[in-house]
């Protein structure tokens, strides 16, 4: 016998106490770190179970084995129990996952900031949709034309005073013989190609850019957007042109308003009008932005030039045309009292900002 008496009873109530302490502190682990701290404490191979079978020699040969199976009863309990915690906390993890993912459908959107479409751009395709609605169809050309489409098709030979009216961008780029690119001045270039493709009735609406070496100030951009008319078909006269810029203006200004006719010249049309109305700020009253005339030019025309439609390859014995043409720019300061035609390029939303 050794003085130290060890008997079974003690080392089994120190188990049961080891293995209660150990099922309360599986239970209160708040995650699977706290789990294993647990776990390893008691299971381990230095876990207090273990260490418990120190004693098993000191027990008599008897016991030995019932301390062994107490301990194992033991060692199977705490396993299960850290088995089933952590089953608990992986659930208990998905649950705060799916919730912290969760998407509240009814809350609302963040808005988008809206954008709108540049006053140059509307007022091309209002013009479009007022000329469709007369039959007209939009046929768009190239920015950089030829020296023969731009000037000498349209009536402008080389040495042409009338080439003064457009101070014109040359392109360096290598033309054909006898050519010469350039950035085209105006849209009338389109009428050339569109007389090439089609054969009369032609209702044409040519809208695009056009550039000049203009010196930039409130009234002159040196690159701008431009309108083009043309109608031919035989029997065309200047009042089927009238009749029909009255019915633009009053679908654009949204009422009839009084227009006039004034004499004016461009080499491709004959005779060639400017086109006027009454001035919509002061009701032909007189007012500073008329220059106290009541009137407004708004655009320029004419009946197309003989030399024009044989350039085009049509017969001027048997069609006749008109043509027109006219700034959108110009047209949209009017209608909203913009005085600067620079603000169109400079991208300053303050100022896109007002047409949404
Ligand atoms: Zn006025």
Known sequence: ?????????????????????????????????????VETAYLGKKG????????????????????????????DAVDAAVSERRVR???????????????????????????????????NREIARIFGQFGFTVYEGPEVETDELNFQALNIPDDHPARDLWDTMYVANEAPEGQRYLLRTHTSPTQIRVMEQQKPP??????????????????????????????????????????????FVAALFG??????????????????????????????????????????????AGMVHPNVLARGGLDPERYQGFAFGMGPERIAMLRHDIHDIRTFLDNDLRFLEQFR
């Open 48 to 75: 207090s179970i273990k260490s418990l079978l120190r004693h098993m020699p000191a027990l008599p040969a008897e016991d030995r084995p019932r301390l062994g199976s107490a301990a194992n009863a033991a060692q």
């Open 89 to 123: 906390l992986e659930s208990l993890a998905l649950e705060v996952r799916l919730a912290q993912e969760a998407t509240d459908a009814t809350l609302p959107g963040r808005p988008l900031p809206r954008g709108s479409l540049h006053p140059s751009l509307e007022i």
């Open 202 to 247: 032609i209702r044409a609406l040519m809208p695009g850019r056009c550039f000049r070496y203009e010196a930039v100030d409130a009234s002159h951009q040196f690159e701008f957007f431009q309108v083009e008319g043309l109608m031919i078909d035989e029997g065309t006269t200047l009042a089927h042109l009238r009749g029909l810029l009255d019915q």
């Open 1 to 37: 016998m050794t003085t130290e008496r060890i008997d079974l009873d003690s080392v089994a109530a120190q188990l049961a106490e080891l293995r209660d302490r150990a099922l309360l502190e599986i239970a209160d682990a708040v995650d699977p770190t706290a789990l294993d701290r």
């Open 255 to 300: 009422s009839p308003r009084p227009t006039r006719f004034r004499p004016g010249y461009y080499p491709f049309t004959e005779p060639s009008v400017a086109f006027d109305v009454q001035c919509l700020i002061c009701d032909g009253a007189g007012c500073p932005a008329c220059g106290r005339s009541g009137w407004m030019t708004i655009l320029g």
